[in-house]
C-alpha cells in the first residue's frame, strides 16, 4: 500500500487542495454548506455523521 501525500490551506472560506503532482481541486465552505471543484458536487453536512450531497447532472 503506497503512501499518499495531500495538504490543504485554507484561507477563510477558500480550501486549496494538493497532492504530490501540485494542485488539485478548490473548494469554498460557507457554514454547513460547501462545493467543490473536481467534484462539481453540492454538500450540506447534516447533525452527527450525516450529510446530503447533490452532484452535477450528467450532460446528454
Do not use: Y
Amino acid at each position: 500500500m503506497p503512501l499518499i501525500f495531500r495538504k490543504r490551506k485554507k484561507f477563510g472560506p477558500l480550501i486549496l487542495n494538493f497532492t504530490e503532482n501540485g494542485f488539485s481541486s478548490w473548494s469554498i465552505k460557507v457554514g454547513r454548506w460547501s462545493w467543490n471543484s473536481r467534484a462539481r458536487a453540492h454538500r450540506v453536512d447534516l447533525p452527527g455523521p450525516l450529510s446530503w450531497r447533490q452532484r452535477r447532472r450528467s450532460r446528454d
